[in-house]
């Protein structure tokens, strides 16, 4: 059985993107520039953030924290995110999700410019994404990519489960794993809480893939 190191492995990419970064200055380009926007107190989502802020330190990334109160309104965050769209020193930017529960969480993804979406989660990188074209991939799906891509684990011909349908991890990595790709060309199944007959599904799958929340499901259900 081999581990899949994420730890290590996100280790590695970031001094590789340090170097990428390094050569860019060096070439008399600007630096990177991101930003983050965190509306409220969530304890997970600051500390998400918080980490966010200190890898691009790491990778030499300029950063800019946003953090707004609670009790900022709809349209105070779309003023927010339209100063964003436009100023040419930001590349790109992300507001964290959960959201205050009075504001739309679609609508602002929307407000968002597709080019400076570095989460991918407007509905035009995700289109671009489904038709295999270049764009902002999120995170977590791109991020299990690089660890199948890295660790050489085959995809081809093999039968992928995913546990899962959200639309930032369960559908985008079902769509990504049956594409024509280096980590693809997967007969993919998608389970979710409606499945029926889950353990056989993957009893039957070479790969599993669990974007559920729940740790050690597999342990305790099947273990």
Do not use: W
């Not at 630096?31 to 691009?56: E, F, M, Q, R, W």
């Not at 990334?61 to 020193?89: G, Q, V, Y």
């Not at 349908?165 to 024509?180: A, C, T």
């Amino acid at each position: 059985m081999i581990l899949l190191d994420g730890k290590k492995t996100a280790a590695e990419i970031k001094e590789e993107i340090a170097l990428e970064v390094r050569d860019l200055k060096d070439r008399g380009h600007e630096t990177p520039h991101l930003a983050a926007v965190i509306v409220g107190n969530d304890g997970a989502s600051i500390t998400y953030v918080n980490a966010k802020v200190k890898a691009c330190e790491r990778v030499g990334f300029e950063s800019t924290l946003i953090r707004l109160p609670e009790e900022t309104t709809e349209e105070e965050l779309l003023n927010e995110i339209a100063i964003l769209n436009i100023d040419k020193d930001i590349d790109g930017f992300i507001v964290q999700l959960p959201l205050p529960k009075h504001i739309d969480e679609q609508k602002i993804l929307m407000a968002i410019d597709p080019d400076k979406d570095v989460d991918g989660f407007h509905p035009t990188n995700v289109g671009k994404m489904a038709l295999n074209l270049p764009t902002f991939i999120s995170a977590t799906p791109f991020g299990i990519l690089e660890l199948l891509d890295r660790y050489n684990v085959e995809t081809s011909g093999k039968h992928v489960v995913v546990l899962g349908r959200s639309h930032i991890v369960g559908s985008p990595m079902s769509i990504l794993l049956s594409q024509k790709r280096k980590v693809g060309n997967a007969t993919v199944t998608m389970c979710h809480s409606r499945t029926k007959n889950l353990k056989e599904f993957t009893l039957q799958a070479d790969i599993i893939i669990a974007a559920i929340g729940i740790p050690e499901f597999f342990k305790s259900r099947y273990g």
